[in-house]
């Protein structure tokens, strides 16, 4: 079992920055693989980015392209969103997952195992 915690969300100003951070529990963080997930209101949650179990390779949403960037350190078993250039669009709730099939569609919510509690993110216009 791996329980997630995010943080790091919060309010910024269109054009500002915000990292957020995910610490899973448990000895076996390093073996799975993680993404970043967000939900709008009144929208389905959709997937941000992903990040392979040794950070080798990561993945995003055309959305967030360029502007976000996933990174992991295993030794601190923690994974980090770095979100750079926000705008107003990128209000929500932001999800951490791990997953532990490495063949699976990475962009794909039931591809994940364990879900954090989620932290807000609101950036003002």
């Known amino acids: 079992q791996v329980q997630l915690v995010e943080s790091g969300g919060g309010l910024v100003q269109a054009g500002g920055s915000l990292r957020l951070s995910c610490a899973p529990s448990g000895r076996t963080f390093s073996t799975y693989a993680m993404g970043w997930f967000r939900q709008a209101p009144g929208k389905e949650r959709e997937f941000v980015a992903a990040?392979?179990?040794?950070?080798?390779?990561?993945d995003y949403a055309d959305s967030v392209q360029g502007r976000f960037t996933a990174s992991r350190d295993n030794a601190k078993s923690t994974v980090y969103l770095q979100m750079n250039s926000l705008k107003p669009e990128d209000t929500a709730v932001y999800y951490c997952?791990?997953?532990?099939?490495?063949?699976?569609?990475?962009?794909?919510?039931?591809?994940?195992?364990?879900w954090g509690q989620g932290t807000q993110v609101t950036v003002s216009s």
């Open positions: 990040i392979s179990f040794n950070g080798a390779r990561t």
């Open positions: 997952a791990a997953r532990r099939n490495y063949d699976s569609d990475r962009s794909r919510r039931t591809s994940y195992d364990f």
